[in-house]
């Protein structure tokens, strides 16, 4: 069994900052891609950045050049730094891991609980 724990949602003005950190625990062998996403208030679930396994990131339009993802495998973690936020990244923000948790190539997915992320304008 394999969790995914969030870490550092919460309340900020606009053009602040939030880290945001998921750290997975369990029966993990090896974790390939790593990823955020987010749900904002009547939105469907939509991807910020991704990671895998070799640090080859990519990031939505809405993210690129202010939120930077980042991994430290040895804590089975990931990393999300957002900076100059605005009120429209208002959303429950998710992490997605896939993990393998055995000898065969096949990877689990797993999801956090989601951290709230409200931003004021």
């Known amino acids: 069994q394999v969790q995914l724990v969030e870490f550092g949602g919460g309340l900020v003005q606009a053009g602040g900052s939030l880290r945001l950190s998921c750290v997975a625990s369990?029966?993990?062998?090896?974790?390939?891609?790593m990823g955020w996403y987010r749900q904002g208030p009547g939105k469907q679930r939509e991807l910020v950045a991704r990671?895998?396994?070799?640090?080859?990131?990519n990031y939505a339009d809405s993210a690129k050049g202010r939120f930077t993802i980042s991994r430290d495998n040895a804590k089975n973690t990931v990393y999300l730094q957002m900076n100059s936020l605005k009120p429209e990244d208002t959303a429950v923000y998710y992490c997605?891991?896939?993990?393998?948790?055995?000898?065969?190539?096949?990877?689990?997915?797993?999801w956090g609980q989601g951290t709230q992320v409200t931003v004021s304008s």
């Open positions: 997605l891991m896939f993990v393998r948790v055995d000898s065969s190539r096949f990877e689990y997915q797993y």
């Open positions: 990671i895998t396994s070799d640090d080859n990131t």
């Open positions: 369990g029966s993990i062998r090896s974790i390939n891609a």
